[in-house]
Nanobody
Framework: QVQLVESGGGLVQAGGSLRLSCAAS????????MGWYRQAPGKQRELVAS???????NYADSVKGRFTISRDNAKNTVYLQMNSLKPDDTAVYYC??????????WGQGTQVTVSS
């Protein structure tokens, strides 16, 4: 079982940047997909960005061109670079590791707050 620890959240003004990190307790090389999700108050959790084992990436339309997901297998870490942040990006951001059906793990989340 892998443990995931997110960091890098905080308070930033609109237009600013943050970089989130998701550190895994073990190797991430065998993880099929690593993803960043977010959940705003009163809303469902949604996929923000994902990266596969072969480094193919996928982004929600709302963050395309502003966010970049990347992975460093040597450091067992996945990153989410967030630029041009908007108040609508305010949410708790969660890291997810997907090994396959009925086998995925979540981090505890990190709060991102964007002020207008």
């Amino acid at each position: 079982q892998v443990q995931l620890v997110e960091s890098g959240g905080g308070l930033v003004q609109a237009g600013g940047s943050l970089r989130l990190s998701c550190a895994a307790s073990g190797s991430i090389e065998s993880i099929l997909v690593m993803g960043w999700y977010r959940q705003a108050p009163g809303k469902q959790r949604e996929l923000v960005a994902s990266i596969t084992k072969t480094s193919s990436t996928n982004y929600a339309d709302s963050v395309k061109g502003r966010f970049t997901i990347s992975r460093d297998n040597a450091k067992n870490t996945v990153y989410l670079q967030m630029n041009s942040l908007k108040p609508d990006d305010t949410a708790v951001y969660y890291c997810n590791a997907y090994y396959g059906i009925f086998r995925d793990y979540w981090g505890q989340g990190t709060q991102v707050t964007v002020s207008s």
